[in-house]
Nanobody, 126 residues
């Protein structure tokens, strides 16, 4: 069992920045892929960014490329998401997810992730 706790959400104006963090606890040896998903009201949960423990694979949704950066601190069982140039369309609940996956590439589909955090709200005003 793995527990995930997100933090760092908040309200910012368009163009601002936020950094989200996710701390994993429990049987973290069963995790080698972590990702960020987000869900806006009335919309499907979508993948935002993913990172493999090896550091050799990161992947981003087209909508956040060049603005968001995902990073991993394995020693502290933490994943972060630096979000710059935020826009109102980035407003959503952001969720941390984790899974063990054979190979060096992390999945991007929400159905492939085994553990989830409770989410942290990000609100961007224009």
């Amino acid at each position: 069992q793995v527990q995930l706790v997100e933090s760092g959400g908040g309200s910012v104006q368009a163009g601002g920045s936020l950094t989200l963090s996710c701390v994993a606890s429990g049987y973290t040896e069963s995790v080698n892929c972590m990702g960020w998903f987000r869900q806006a009201p009335g919309k499907e949960r979508e993948g935002v960014a993913f990172i493999h423990d090896s550091g050799r694979h990161t992947e981003y949704a087209d909508s956040v490329k060049g603005r968001f950066t995902v990073s991993r601190d394995i020693g502290n069982n933490m994943m972060s998401l630096q979000m710059n140039s935020l826009a109102p369309e980035d407003t959503a609940m952001y969720y941390c997810a984790a899974v063990w996956r054979y190979g060096a590439k992390c999945p991007s589909a929400k159905a492939d992730y085994a553990w989830w955090g409770q989410g942290t709200q990000v609100t961007v005003s224009s």
